[in-house]
Structure formats: C-alpha cells, structure tokens
C-alpha cells in the first residue's frame, strides 16, 4: 500500500494534468478532450483525499470541526 505522501503527490500531478487537458480542450473546442480532463482533475482529488484519510487515521483525528 503506498503512503499518504505518496497518494497526495500522484493526486495534485493527476489533477494538474487534467486541468491543462480540461484547458486545451476548451481552447480546440474538443469536448471529450475536456471531459478527459475533468475526469482525470477529479481522480486526483479523489487521491489527495485519499492521502488525507490515511494521515488522519495514522493520527487518530481528523480536521473535521463539526463534531465536538
């Protein structure tokens, strides 16, 4: 299993890549260019988040504020 650091890292290059395809589909007017980018921006939050689950379980916390 990889680490938290790891995820995190792969998640914010995953979701830079889809912003700049997202981006250069608009700008060709390529809607499944910019789709695939869209997908590809949301698995990489989808990874940060991962990596922000697995610290928050390391830890025993989380940054949640809405419970006491």
Same mark, same amino acid.
Do not use: C, F
């Given at each position: ?9 792969? =998640?914010?290059?995953? &979701? @830079?890549? $889809?912003?700049? /395809?997202? %981006? ?5 007017? #390529? !809607? ?11 698995? =990489?939050?989808?990874? &940060? @988040?991962? $990596?922000?689950? /697995?610290? %928050? ?5 989380? #940054? !949640?504020?809405?419970?006491?």
């Amino acid at each position: 299993m990889k680490d938290s650091k790891t995820d995190k890292a792969e =998640g914010m290059i995953d &979701k @830079a890549s $889809g912003k700049a /395809k997202e %981006a250069v589909g608009k700008a060709t007017k #390529d !809607r499944d260019t910019e789709a695939k980018g869209r997908a590809q921006a949301s698995r =990489g939050d989808a990874k &940060k @988040a991962k $990596g922000n689950l /697995k610290d %928050a379980t390391k830890t025993g916390r989380s #940054d !949640r504020t809405d419970r006491p």
